[in-house]
């Protein structure tokens, strides 16, 4: 047997005991050790998250050990692992056209199926990646950092453009690490003043905009000497937020929609026809986004430990997730460890 915990529905979990899963044909079973919170985990909790039902065992940023295992060869028994959380088909239009991330038919770890608040885990082997020496924190938060990397790519950044990314939650801040990793000139904007003097202090970055503060426009044109963002890019998820960014886009932009809400995008056809605008969405990430990230953190250019503002143990998240939810409360990245 092995504990979960359950998102019963909005705003209810429950800790049970189920049966821990069995090895079958071309899976792995991980011990779970870390649990990263992210903004998907909040917002089903909230009620707020699309593609989703009730009850759900929530948790995709995940490590662990590897217990056992069909079909992956070059691990070994014991060894660190984390795994990429998008299970894919394989065979519809977009597996055949190497984007998995968004195949027809995706199966989103936490999300469709059952995640990892728990002891233990079974994925598909071909999902594994090796901890090629990295702690368990680390592991646990390249699946966060690999969304802003796909956002990054998607984006295709040029040398020295100014890339405004609306939204300093963790995503965010990982996108602004990968845009600032490609040459970019970020620009963080956020309403939250302790997520901006995050990115002042943390990621040393050194344009910050409040977007509370009545004259974003102003202040954005100041910083890019007239031009406006070549690149704007949303993690916010918030609808206003992301309709109001059409207005910050240069003229030949690119606007890359990383957030994600329910409803409807508004924008002014005239004003984003006459800009030869481009919109994408950017939807999870690839083994290349997954494999970039491990690489910059091998070699220094990120440090993921930085945005773990909170810690708790596996059994006090019931009693704590909701005060997560709280900017009041200042957490950027929450952690769960499991002993």
Known sequence: M???????????????????????????????????????????????????????ILGHELSGDLVDFDEAPGFVPGEAVTFIPYFNCGHCIACRSGKPNCCVTI????????????????????????????????????????????????AAIAEGEFVLVIGAGPIGLGTMEAARIAGGEVIAMDINAGRLQFCR?????????????????????????????????????????????????????RYVLVGLQKNEISFSHPEFHKREATLMSSRNATRVDFERVMESMKTGKIDPTTYI????????????FASWLDPANGVIKAMVEIE
Not at 21 to 50: M, S, W, Y
Not at 216 to 232: H, K, L, S, Y
């Open 2 to 56: 092995m504990r979960v915990l359950v998102c019963i529905r909005p705003g209810s979990f429950a800790y049970k005991e189920m049966q821990a899963p069995v090895l079958t044909p071309g899976h792995a079973i991980i011990r779970i050790r870390r649990i990263g919170i992210c903004g998907t985990d909040l917002h089903a909790f909230e009620g707020t998250q699309p593609y989703f039902e009730y009850p759900r």
């Open 309 to 320: 503002t909170h810690r708790t143990a596996f059994g006090n998240v019931k009693d704590e």
């Open 107 to 154: 199966k989103v770890c936490g999300v469709h199926v059952d995640g990892g608040m728990a002891d233990y885990l079974s994925v598909p082997s071909s999902t594994l990646l090796h901890g090629d020496g990295l702690g368990y924190d680390e592991l646990a938060l390249i699946e966060p950092l690999a969304i802003g990397a796909h956002a990054v790519r998607r």
């Open 201 to 253: 202090d943390r990621l040393r970055l050194l344009h910050t905009v409040d977007a509370g503060s009545g004259d974003t426009m102003e202040q954005i044109r100041a910083i890019t000497r007239g031009d406006m963002p070549t690149v704007v890019i949303d993690a916010t998820g918030n609808q206003r937020a992301i309709n109001n960014a059409f207005q910050y886009m240069a003229h030949g932009a």
